[in-house]
């Protein structure tokens, strides 16, 4: 694509030192969350490790970010931001330590930035799932995570937090102002043993320590959440029925769940589980639901029968100043990757994802409240948020898929490219 008139974020700006006098404010902002919902935060391994390290932190709530300021207190620190998050205040953002990234691409500029935090002293913070979990379960991470730690040569602290998700689901970020959520700093490997350790190994203790379960959680903890609408948006998610099969005729309202096609019900308990109203209960907990689904979507792709094709509007962020309307276009995605084509002002443009580069993408539920679902599709130099047109999708399914072809691809397994059987 070359839209030259749009001016591009400078992700070449060298990153900013938290200002101390911001630092007040975050912690302004932060404390009272924290203190609301009676957050404990347990240190691991942390007496007398001073910055600089590297900070990997799971990723269920915007309320993450609070817990891991209060976690960091009273350090400084820098953080990897996905570039919405500095529309209309990339002074501010920079200057209270943001370094802006663009989901799912690999960037040496990046690598070059924590580099120099390292350098500076300070905490690098990134969170490698690059995305709220869509269920309350770890996302897969990217494989560079050890190689970054050995090039950075400072140590690997974790931060897992339990709660979050339950209290604010992506699928709906009501707040269930749940107590006595948890958090955990972990220093999980050490500075001798950053020299020491193969990347490999440095992978798999990141791995071990990111299994996570949410709904486990509140279930463990017997954590009784009362909000009415608590299964409301919950299909986004769920988006096949286990009982009849079909897709994309889910529906959520209240306490329950339902499929449009056989009228089969679920109701969500207080404390996170689910049980049928008629016939027998397919799954009682969330996860187990999704994957289900993520194995059927897996069968679908063995068999060269997957493929998705949609009309889509189509939005631009070049910069940070604000969204750009590209207007319609059309969206494909099979085991080859991501295909986006359309035209802008005569210009017609194209963008293109192999699927061997991409371990997974970023999508959205009705962003913004209002614009509807999306995936979002990154270069290193624009980020276009693709929705789909009509109801016969499901983001989740095509996040699913991404995953999965990465995966098949990367395993060897011969998929048969010449089925086209369309099934969404």
Request: charged letters at 25%; proline letters at 4%; hydrophobic letters at 35%.
């Amino acid at each position: 694509m070359n839209l030259l008139q749009f001016d591009r974020f400078d992700m070449l700006k060298k990153p900013i030192r938290q200002r101390h006098f911001l630092r007040p404010i975050t912690w302004l902002i932060s404390y009272p969350a924290v203190w609301a919902h009676r957050s404990k935060i347990t240190k691991i391994g942390m007496q007398g490790l001073k910055p600089p390290y590297l900070l990997l932190c799971n990723h269920n709530s915007f309320f993450d970010f609070k817990v891991m300021t209060a976690a960091l207190f009273p350090h400084r620190a820098n953080y990897l931001v996905a570039i919405d998050g500095f529309i209309g205040r990339e002074w501010l953002m920079r200057n209270v330590g943001c370094i802006c990234k663009r989901k799912f691409t690999s960037d040496t500029v990046m690598v070059r930035h924590m580099k120099r935090v390292a350098e500076n002293g300070d905490v690098v913070v990134l969170y490698p799932e690059a995305r709220y979990s869509l269920c309350g379960t770890n996302a897969v991470l990217p494989e560079s995570l050890g190689k970054l730690a050995k090039l950075l040569k400072i140590p690997v602290v974790t931060l897992i937090m339990h709660g979050h998700h339950v209290n604010s689901p992506f699928w709906n970020i009501k707040n269930r102002k749940v107590k006595h959520t948890e958090a955990v700093l972990t220093q999980l490997v050490t500075k001798d043993e950053i020299e020491k350790l193969d990347y490999k190994e440095i992978n798999a203790r990141i791995d071990t320590i990111f299994k996570y379960d949410d709904f486990a959680w509140q279930k463990d903890r017997n954590v009784r959440i009362s909000y009415h609408d608590r299964a409301k948006g919950l299909h986004k998610v769920l988006y096949q029925c286990p009982n009849c099969h079909t897709e994309y005729r889910m529906a959520s309202e209240g306490s329950k769940l339902w499929c449009n096609s056989c009228n089969k019900q679920w109701e969500m308990s207080e404390y996170g589980e689910l049980s049928a109203l008629n016939g027998k209960t397919e799954f009682t907990h969330i996860p187990d639901w999704y994957e289900w689904e993520r194995s059927q979507v897996r069968n679908e792709i063995e068999r060269g029968a997957y493929r998705f094709e949609s009309d889509v509007t189509v939005d631009s962020l070049p910069n940070a100043k604000g969204f750009i309307n590209l207007g319609k276009g059309k969206l494909i995605h099979d085991i080859n990757g991501f295909l986006l084509e359309g035209e802008y002002e005569g210009t017609p443009y194209s963008v293109s994802i192999n699927s061997k580069a991409l371990y997974s993408c970023h999508i959205e539920y009705n962003y913004l409240g209002n614009r509807g679902d999306c995936v979002d599709l990154n270069t290193l130099t624009d980020t276009y948020y693709v929705f789909p047109k009509g109801e016969d999708f499901s983001v989740t399914k095509i996040a699913l898929a991404t995953e999965e072809i990465y995966n098949l691809l990367r395993s060897g397994y011969n998929i048969n490219p010449h089925k086209t059987e369309q099934l969404g």
